[in-house]
């Protein structure tokens, strides 16, 4: 019986995949995501492609923010930059998805390394001010600078293709989708093991001893910000290219309020929390919706009062969960792991 793990080096003490059980179980998990457009409808490859954009947004907004601790409230601004970047280069400049969206990254890492110069002189709520200044220049460029972006008429963009094939449908799109998730997640889950990571969670932990042990503040608080505002890029191309239109309304403040949501809720400082909060923010909603429908179909006076209130309900379960579980829904995983790990011994 396993009851506890024992390493002799820190090679084994860093792996990802401590077992051949944790193994075993991720191999069923590829399976099944693979095999998922097999037996899903157009539905819930639509919310599964959602939550993968979502995902790859709330990881690289957990690397700043829980794992640097550089408070954003401009996430949803770096997402456009990246989505009108993708949509420019492919409408205008007839670069192919498979290089706008890499230079929409790009992009998007470019304004955030400029945004990002304030955090070397202030932190904490200063900052937030800061990231939340960036927020509406970048709303405003989007809906004035009509030359480029097309203003609130937006630019219609066209799905990828890959030779003759086409992704323009929800199943063909969710292995874009799928891929490029596993790409992010297994990036920032190892950048976490190298200096790097250990440097953004150094200064999370306090700036001026991480200062004082040769780590310099200046290229690594920047480099979050390069990092973070890459990974909003590459999700906003992935966004634009999947609803095919990209216009200002996609990119509100409160989709940055969104994403931070996600990683508190999932948990802070936690690459399966950014998985876990994404899929709570995007599945939660969409349960909501079909709730509302169906009583509004089987009880048109309780639909009438519950449909208005799905905001309210939706606001109300994020702020019982935080009150009853801070640490997210990471915490709560690793509990349970825990808890079988050591069972039937509860130490």
């Known amino acids: 019986m396993r009851c506890g793990d024992f390493k002799e080096s820190y090679l084994e003490d860093e792996k990802i995949f401590q077992t051949l059980f944790v193994k075993f179980w991720l191999v069923l998990l590829a399976a ?23 995902i790859i947004g709330a990881v690289g907004l957990n690397l700043l923010t829980g794992c640097t601790g550089q408070i954003s409230l401009g996430h949803a601004a770096f997402v456009g930059v990246g989505g009108y970047t993708t949509a420019v280069l492919i409408t205008k400049v007839g670069m192919p998805f ?28 200063y900052l937030c001010i800061a990231t939340l200044a960036a927020q509406f220049i970048l709303e405003w460029i989007f809906v004035h600078w009509e030359a480029v972006t097309h203003g609130i ?33 297994g990036f920032a889950r190892n950048i976490l093991r190298t200096k790097w990571g250990r440097a953004f969670v150094a200064i999370r932990d306090r700036d001026l001893a991480a200062e ?17 505002s890459f990974y909003a890029g590459i999700a906003g191309g992935l966004w634009v290219s999947f609803i095919k239109v990209v216009t200002p309304e996609h990119f509100p403040f ?6 931070l949501a996600m990683i508190i809720v999932g948990g802070l400082g936690s690459i399966l929390g950014s998985i876990f909060g994404a899929i709570f923010m995007v599945v939660v909603p969409e349960m909501l919706n079909v709730i509302a429908s169906a009583s509004r179909d089987l ?19 994020i702020v019982l969960f935080l009150v009853f579980e801070p640490h997210g829904l990471a915490e ?9 790990t050591l069972w039937p011994f509860s130490y």
């Open 153 to 185: 008429r937006g630019i219609n963009v066209p799905p990828p293709q890959l030779g003759s094939m086409v992704f323009d449908t929800e199943r063909s799109f969710y292995y874009i989708t799928l891929l490029l998730v596993v790409v992010g997640v």
């Open 98 to 125: 498979w290089f706008a969206m890499p230079m929409g990254g790009l992009a998007s890492a470019a304004v955030g390394l400029v945004i990002g110069i304030p955090s070397l002189r202030v932190k904490g709520l």
């Open 254 to 259: 409160s989709l940055s309020i969104e994403y």
């Open 299 to 317: 009880f048109p006076t309780m639909g009438k009062h519950f449909i208005p209130m799905k905001e309210v309900v939706f606001g109300t379960l």
């Open 212 to 228: 004082m042990m040769g780590i310099n503040l200046f290229r690594y608080k920047l480099a979050a910000f390069a990092v973070s």
């Open 32 to 54: 099944g995501l693979i095999l998922l457009p097999a037996i899903a409808n157009e539905y819930i490859l639509y919310v599964a492609n959602l939550i993968g954009i979502a």
């Open 332 to 340: 709560i995983w690793h509990r349970i792991k825990n808890f079988f």
